[in-house]
């Protein structure tokens, strides 16, 4: 890592006060980047934000009707904020699924709209989307999530096009299960759902398809996202990047 390399960079963090949204706050805020840290529970935002000598923006992302008209000043921008539900489609809440589109479809389209004019007038920008590895695979009773994030992969894909020409490159990361409250808040509904206890469901459920068979670590995700917004990425836009223990191998 080269310190410092992303002095004088603003960085916009979504789900930066937890998980792989901490995680990268750390990581470009150690490397020289002055990181706002966007999230919906607003105490948590600013304790990271007082740890990393950033800034907190408390947000509902979700409210996407309140993102319209947003002008919003960075020079990198990591759509990571997200949530997940698990339930057969027959028994699918349609009102969590529209959350779920909101919060992770339209929030990431309509921030990065608010982004590229300034990334474009400066002709440099960077934007990571944190995708999934169910991104670019399906897994059973996650059709809100996984419709999601298919969703988010296109967009990266059309950002990318578009933001060549201007220094802007757009690219995902796609984890398997990382190591984050977000996952562990899954596992009494995959138990309940497949029918096998809460102590089975990390090794019968979220190993199953990778040939590591451990979580992904949240810093193991910052270290990837701090390379594709450093100075030797630039080649890089439209691309997905698997850190996924060998599950898309497949």
Not at 106 to 118: H, Q, T
Request: overall charge negative; charged content about 20%.
């Amino acid at each position: 890592m080269t310190q410092h390399d992303l002095g004088g960079r603003r960085a916009v963090i979504t789900g930066g006060a937890s998980g792989i949204g901490l995680a990268c706050a750390r990581e470009l805020a150690g490397r020289g980047a002055h990181v706002v840290i966007a999230d919906l529970n607003a105490d948590a935002a600013q304790a990271v934000a007082s740890e990393i000598d950033g800034e907190a923006w408390a947000v509902d992302l979700s409210d996407t009707a309140a993102l319209d008209d947003l002008s919003l000043d960075a020079d990198i921008l990591v759509n990571n904020a997200g949530i997940q539900r698990v339930a057969p489609i027959p028994e699918f809440d349609p009102d969590a699924f529209r959350l779920i589109q909101r919060l992770m479809l339209e929030a990431p389209f309509l921030l990065i709209r608010a982004v590229l004019p300034g990334m474009y007038e400066r002709g440099w920008g960077r934007i990571v989307n944190i995708s999934s590895a169910h991104g670019l695979r399906a897994s059973a009773f996650k059709v809100a999530y996984v419709a999601a994030k298919h969703g988010l992969e296109g967009l990266s894909k059309v950002t990318a096009l578009e933001g060549a020409g201007h220094g802007v490159t757009s690219n995902c990361i796609n984890p398997s299960y990382v190591r984050t409250a977000l996952v562990e808040k899954q596992i009494a509904d995959q138990a309940r759902t497949h029918g096998i206890p809460e102590s089975e469901v990390v090794e019968k459920i979220m190993l199953t398809e990778t040939a590591i068979k451990r979580l992904v670590e949240p810093d193991e995700v910052g270290s990837l996202v701090g390379w594709l917004v450093g100075a030797t990425s630039g080649m890089v836009t439209g691309a997905s990047y698997t850190i996924d223990g060998g599950w898309t191998a497949r």
